[in-house]
């Protein structure tokens, strides 16, 4: 059991150190200096809304508590920042276009599905008796139309998880609702993802590649992003997606 919560511990301070990197961190930089806290236990969450794409972050007592939206944050900390906005834009010569490095975006979206390859374990490890694999895959952060609702919330200050058990379903005819909760660490985890990762993460997606495909509503890795390599257009508007 010791080695066990080693091991735990261990996946938590690596899922923190790729956090960080998610963050695009100079090394000068401090997390505590730069990055918005997060205070869980101010959090609200709706579980009857069911309107496509909401989450907990939509809730309006959850944006009064937030210090910031997310949706912008990292996007603007590129396009303000000299030494990111070198190392993420150009110009293309020949007519002046600011383009996208897909390289750098893709590098950075590879680095998304490693974070959330780590994050998918501690889900798994951390929430009480392990999920079979169809429910912990089955996690949505939002509701959909083809999933349907989603099955992760915010409660007191930790991130629950709500799967179905269907053994013994051709007997009893009904299904078993398990709840599932994270425990504070692994909780900030996820919310920091949904809260300022995902949001940059789709945009950079839609500008380096002409793209608008959603990332998967799931928590989990969604693989190798589709590009040419090199550049990719700025929008025609000039500016950063919301």
């Given amino acids: 059991m010791a080695g066990l ?15 960080e990197g998610l963050f695009l961190l100079h090394e000068e930089e401090t997390r505590e200096a730069v990055v918005p806290r997060l205070a869980l236990v101010e959090l609200a969450d709706d579980p009857t809304n069911n309107r496509r794409g909401w989450n907990f972050l939509q809730d309006h007592r959850t944006r009064a508590a937030l210090p910031t939206t997310g949706e912008q944050w990292l996007m ?20 002046h276009q600011v383009m996208w490095h897909t390289t750098v975006v893709d590098a ?15 889900m798994h490890l951390t929430a009480g008796q392990p999920a079979r694999a169809t429910e912990l895959l089955g996690i949505r952060h939002s509701n959909t139309v083809c999933g349907q609702h989603r099955n992760l919330f915010i409660e007191h200050g930790v991130v629950s998880l709500v799967t179905a058990y269907h053994k013994g379903y051709s007997m009893t005819g009904s299904t078993k609702i398990i709840h599932r909760y994270l425990p504070a660490e692994v909780s900030e985890l996820v919310v920091y993802y949904l809260w300022l990762i995902l949001p940059f ?6 500008l380096a590649h002409g793209t ?19 550049m990719g257009q700025w929008p025609a508007a000039g500016g950063a997606p919301a």
């Fill in 76 to 95: 603007d900390r590129v396009v303000a920042t000299d030494w990111l906005r070198a190392e993420w834009v150009g110009v293309r010569p020949h007519d």
């Fill in 108 to 122: 950075y979206l590879g680095q998304v599905d490693q974070f959330l390859e780590r994050l998918l374990l501690l």
């Fill in 212 to 230: 608008r495909q959603a990332r998967s509503p799931l928590p989990v890795a969604t693989g190798p992003q589709s590009g040419s390599g090199g």
């Fill in 5 to 19: 919560r080693g091991f735990v511990r261990t996946q938590v301070e690596l899922a923190q150190v790729e956090l």
């Fill in 201 to 206: 993460a789709r945009a950079v997606q839609a």
